[in-house]
């Protein structure tokens, strides 16, 4: 339960960026609101696999879902570069983070 909990905390970590995103360009309470809710839950969530997985591998792979969650969510939305060295280093972050998963 604490590895579906981190994950999830990792997506809330993404749609809490997004929300940033979006808080910048609408500038309106429904955003600010969901910025909230989304870092929010995403802490919640962090919190309650920590109580069970190492504080270094949970904060580790909980950045790199946000990180490269957020590198992806800006190229497939707001049309950030899709340049291959970009590309390869998402990749080496999630490859990082499931190395985490599969050694602890």
Do not use: C, Q
Not at 54 to 74: E, N, R, V
Request: positive net charge; hydrophobic residues 55%; without cysteine.
């Amino acid at each position: 339960m604490a590895w579906t909990s981190l994950v999830l905390a990792g997506l809330f970590e993404m749609f809490g960026v997004a929300m940033i995103n979006k808080l910048h360009r609408d500038r309106n309470w429904k955003s600010l609101v969901l910025l909230v809710l989304g870092f929010g839950a995403s802490f919640v969530l962090l919190s309650y696999a920590m109580e069970t997985l190492p504080m270094g591998t949970a904060y580790a792979i909980w950045t790199g879902i946000g990180a490269s969650g957020g590198a992806i969510l800006g190229i497939l939305l707001y049309g950030e570069s899709k340049n291959w060295k970009r590309l390869v280093f998402i990749a080496m972050v999630l490859g990082a983070a499931i190395g985490l998963k599969l050694t602890s």
